[in-house]
């Protein structure tokens, strides 16, 4: 024990000293198997993919070393978690480990019967989140991206684990694009009459399947516009976002008094896909940067290996705010550093280039309301 336990102190001040942080929220993909096959997958997971899930030991033993390194938080992800044959043990075990404060089981929902809400409902740990996707607030918008069917089995699901107690551990993530964006109020009363926990949202992200398909897109400047005049003129949707929500327009509103020097947080979260190549980001899965063999050899030894790789990331993530021509001028540029290089290596190969939200974030930066 006072071996691991000094090879622990010995990595986490060896990252220190890049000027890294150690990690602190790890996504787990546990599978790539799926039982849907959604328009905007980044990962292009499916029922088809025939790759073996990694297996429960394999799992035990990396969330055993994540909660020795004092990583707070692990997210179980896919592909669909539950199409693992062992995720509710690889569930358990994680909820077990100490030091880590919260496990973040990520599903699409559709899996949710009455079987697993009572395996769920016999975890006896607060920090179990359940986070199920919901694209819209009808089967339309929803099953036009996840596949028909998908909502109603998604939104009984939900209503399983309000009836079961666990609604206030449960969050609701949406996945923000032109033809649902104006869903979102709507979205925040379901969440709110099935008593649901919070909702949260996210910009599409344009890998994968989502690069490849001419049927969805990211919501436009004038679109985030309007959900902030929404904002300001209905108090309703004010107060169900004060107690529910986290939009990113509306979280970069409130953030435009406050400075953010740090900018990106590397290896703070990192990624580990399905085939044990873990990468600096969940938004960073580039090939250049991803160390093999997660699932292969001990963790510390992933990691030390990685710092070479990751080292110069936070500069450079510093010197994008400065050096960037587009954000030279721009007034945001305060608030969001430069925006998420990770996104911008995706969308162009380049991280000296503006991220694909850039657009949007001015606009919010400019946004005024309307006068009365």
């Not at 691991?4 to 220190?16: F, G, Q, R, V």
């Not at 085939?275 to 992933?302: D, H, K, N, Q, S």
Request: glycine share 8%.
């Amino acid at each position: 024990m006072g071996r691991m336990h000094s090879t622990k102190i010995n990595l986490l001040e060896e990252i220190k000293q890049t000027g890294l942080r150690p990690p602190r929220v790890v996504t787990l993909m546990i599978t790539n198997g799926c039982n849907l096959q959604c328009r905007h997958c980044w990962p292009e997971s499916s029922s088809r993919y025939i790759s073996r899930p990694v297996s429960c030991d394999t799992l035990k033993r990396l969330i055993r070393e994540l909660a020795h390194l004092q990583v707070e938080e692990v997210c179980l992800t896919g592909g669909e978690p539950l199409t693992h044959p062992d995720w509710l043990e690889i569930l358990r075990y994680s909820c077990r480990r100490p030091g880590l404060k919260r496990v973040n089981l990520q599903t699409n929902g559709t899996l949710l019967d009455e079987a697993a809400i009572n395996a769920l409902r016999s975890i006896r740990f607060q920090g179990l989140l359940i986070q199920v996707s919901l694209e819209g607030a009808d089967a339309q918008t929803h099953d036009r991206v996840r596949c028909p069917g998908s909502f109603e089995r998604a939104l009984k699901g939900l209503q399983r684990l309000a009836e079961a107690g666990m609604g206030k551990q449960t969050r609701v993530a949406f996945t923000e694009m032109q033809h649902n964006f104006a869903d979102l109020p709507r979205l925040l009363k379901i969440v709110d009459r099935l008593g649901i926990g919070s909702l949260v949202s996210g910009t599409l992200v344009q890998q994968g399947r989502a690069a490849q398909s001419d049927q969805i897109a990211p919501p436009t400047p004038s679109q985030y516009m309007r959900l902030l005049d929404d904002y300001h003129s209905d108090p309703q949707f004010r107060s169900l976002y004060k107690r529910l929500g986290n939009i990113a327009a509306l979280e970069w509103l409130t953030g435009r008094s406050n400075s953010s020097p740090q900018g990106c947080t590397c290896m703070e979260t990192p990624y580990i896909n399905a085939e044990g190549r873990i990468y600096p980001c969940l938004m960073l899965p580039a090939v250049e940067f991803a160390v093999e063999g997660a699932y292969r050899r001990p963790l510390a030894e992933i990691l030390r290996q990685a710092l070479s790789l990751w080292a110069g990331l936070i500069e450079l993530n510093r010197r994008r705010s400065r050096e960037l021509g587009p954000c030279k001028a721009c007034p945001g540029r305060l608030h969001c550093a430069g925006g998420c290089m990770g996104r911008a290596y995706d969308a162009t190969g380049d991280f000296m280039s503006v991220e694909d939200r850039c657009a949007l974030r001015k606009a919010v930066y400019s946004w005024m309301p309307p006068s009365s």
